[in-house]
């Protein structure tokens, strides 16, 4: 069964540095990886989605992530944080068939001026 | 296109009190899954769906009933609630094979 880690349970940076957010999984064959976001109080958006071909993936809000099979790792990175990312931060694994998308706890974002 | 709807989008039961949450999807997607939200926990699946008449358990199962009579809607029945049950749900779809996931809006339930 595949699982998800995500190292860091709360990152605080300033507002227009630069934020990486790691994720390790764990499944024996190509999984589809996902990163979420949930703003306060809200549901929870796609941000981006990795299922095959190009490792560095392009999502929404200006944000990426890079697939590394070679460390199991799926970061999301974004090149400058503007205060409206402060959010909670969920990556995902999937693996073929029907079986569910398994979620890791969450990293929860603070954007200080 | 309303996409994953959820009501009520607040509650408050008694120990012992029975109730419903309701989710309903109009993108005729076949995989809909109930999820509890925890501090600390992340997303933990409880119930989920890959077509009308067929539901199989998550990780945390106990407690709840499901039921998935058509492709749009799927309810999470608790049939004696407990304090444990005191967290935010979340429904979500999506097209089996697709993996991208559509959430509602959340219920967020208390239980005194």
């Known amino acids: 069964a595949q699982s998800v880690t995500q190292p860091d349970i709360h990152i605080t940076v300033s507002e227009g540095a630069s934020l990486e957010l790691r994720c390790n999984y764990s499944?024996?064959?190509?999984?589809?990886l996902f990163w979420y976001v949930q703003s306060p109080g809200q549901g929870l958006q796609l941000l981006l989605k990795y299922f095959s071909g190009d490792t560095l993936v392009q999502g929404i809000k200006g944000f990426e992530a890079e697939f590394k099979r070679s460390q199991s790792s799926f970061n999301l990175r974004k090149p400058s944080v503007h205060w409206s990312d402060a959010a909670e931060y969920f990556c995902a694994v999937g693996a073929s068939g029907n079986t569910p998308l398994v979620f890791g706890k969450g990293t929860r974002l603070s954007v200080i001026a | 296109n309303a996409g994953v709807t959820q009501t009520p989008k607040f509650q408050v039961l008694k120990t012992g009190q029975s109730m419903t949450l309701q989710c309903a999807q109009d993108m005729n997607h076949e995989y809909m899954s109930w999820y509890r939200q925890d501090p600390g926990m992340g997303l933990r699946l409880i119930h989920y769906s890959v077509g009308a008449g067929i539901t199989d358990q998550g990780e945390v199962p106990n407690g709840y009933n499901v039921s998935r009579s058509t492709t749009e809607d799927f309810p999470l029945r608790l049939l004696s609630a407990a304090p444990s049950q005191t967290s935010v749900y979340f429904c979500a779809s999506r097209f089996t094979g697709s993996y991208e996931q559509y959430f509602g809006p959340g219920t967020r339930l208390t239980v005194t």
């Open positions: 499944y024996g064959a190509t999984p589809y």
